[in-house]
């Protein structure tokens, strides 16, 4: 246990859902992370969010729509994906950004998202 | 631009010494981590090098050389448990983590 949990752990949606990820950490962390896992592929950062406003999207799509409402929670809503969308997709938090660009990530243990 | 090179796959005989190595080449570097990640679970931390030189941690030793953007993962008596992918990833001083590929090692008896 990390102290970063994940729901749903597994996920299928067809390309008309709507569905959501939810995040939560209880490190008393104030940064929080979206990133994607696809195979044969590095971790791809998706959303950046430090003391819950948005600091970086690394040119993601607008079918995932991301959600911070405060420092313990993230979310990311995902609406007409594609199957290529497929992928593990990992939250993770860590000390806030800037004041040490050192700060070690903690991982939450990924939802495994299939689209159909 | 930014590029992470490590090997995509190695293999060690339980009991042996393995290295993984990182390049690295990107604007703004910090430091960079090492990760461990078992099949179907969440990446883990192992080490944090922001000088140059070696940490070590037990079983497991980091090195790094920022003039030569290289890093490597030393890892020492290798158990059957550590047969996972590592990943090598740089911190900028966005504070943001570039990550590479990894490498998938395996631990043969």
């Known amino acids: 246990e990390t102290g970063v949990t994940q729901t749903p752990r597994h996920l299928v949606m067809g390309m008309t859902n709507k569905k959501s990820l939810k995040c939560e950490q209880h490190l008393g962390h104030n940064a929080m992370y979206w990133y994607k896992q696809s195979a044969k592929k590095p971790l791809e950062l998706m959303f950046v969010y430090n003391f819950k406003e948005q600091t970086e999207n690394n040119s993601v799509p607008s079918r995932f729509s991301p959600e911070c409402p405060n420092s313990s929670h993230l979310f990311l809503h995902l609406h007409t994906l594609q199957p290529e969308d497929s992928a593990l997709y990992l939250c993770a938090s860590s000390q806030e950004i800037g004041v040490s660009g050192g700060a070690e990530q903690y991982f939450g243990p990924g939802t495994r998202l299939t689209v159909t | 631009g930014q590029n992470i090179d490590q090997p995509t796959e190695m293999t060690a005989t339980e009991g042996a010494i393995v290295q993984i190595n990182c390049t690295y080449q990107?604007?703004?570097?910090?430091?960079l981590f090492w990760y461990q990640q078992h099949a179907g679970e969440a990446p883990t931390f192992l080490s944090y090098n922001v000088l140059d030189g070696l940490e070590e941690k037990g079983r497991f030793s980091s090195f790094l050389s920022r003039s030569k953007g290289y890093s490597y993962l030393l890892l020492k008596e290798l158990q059957m448990k550590d047969s996972a992918s590592y990943l090598c990833?740089?911190?900028?001083?966005?504070?943001?983590?570039?990550f590479g590929k990894g490498t998938k090692l395996s631990v043969k008896p």
């Open positions: 990107t604007s703004g570097f910090n430091g």
């Open positions: 990833a740089v911190t900028r001083s966005q504070g943001n983590l570039i």
